[in-house]
Nanobody
Framework: VQLQASGGGLVQAGGSLRLSCAAS????????MGWFRQAPGKEREFVVA????????YIGDSVKGRFTISRDNAKNTVALQMNSLKPGDTAVYYC??????????????????WGQGTQVTVSS
């Protein structure tokens, strides 16, 4: 599975961005899809995920109420809608896909494929 993320950029605090991830090589309808982020000097952090089996979504505590994930099976894309952005959301955001079903949905180990990352910078 190849994943191509796009939509990152510079935005002021309180603004919104929408990241998109285009998948190829496998239908995302059969994958758990997620987004992680990593800020300089920090560990990779779980953001959101959507499970393939029932479409259930999981949202990280730090973005709950502000970020949502959605998928378009017909276009084989997944999107991350980010609202009310804060400077603390500044990071490289990675799109991920998992097929093994092992590990917690918040663990990077659950996800077998990773995109190249897209930078999101939120200015104060």
């Amino acid at each position: 599975v190849q994943l191509q993320a796009s939509g990152g950029g510079l935005v002021q605090a309180g603004g919104s961005l929408r990241l998109s991830c285009a998948a190829s090589g496998r239908a995302i309808s059969s994958c758990d899809m997620g987004w992680f982020r990593q800020a300089p000097g920090k560990e990779r952090e779980f953001v959101v995920a959507i499970m393939w089996s029932v479409g259930r979504t999981y949202i990280g505590d730090s973005v709950k109420g502000r970020f949502t994930i959605s998928r378009d099976n017909a276009k084989n894309t997944v999107a991350l809608q980010m609202n009310s952005l804060k400077p603390g959301d500044t990071a490289v955001y990675y799109c991920t896909a998992g097929v093994s079903g092992r590990y917690s949905y918040t663990s990077p180990n659950r996800y077998d494929y990773w995109g190249q990352g897209t930078q999101v910078t939120v200015s104060s």
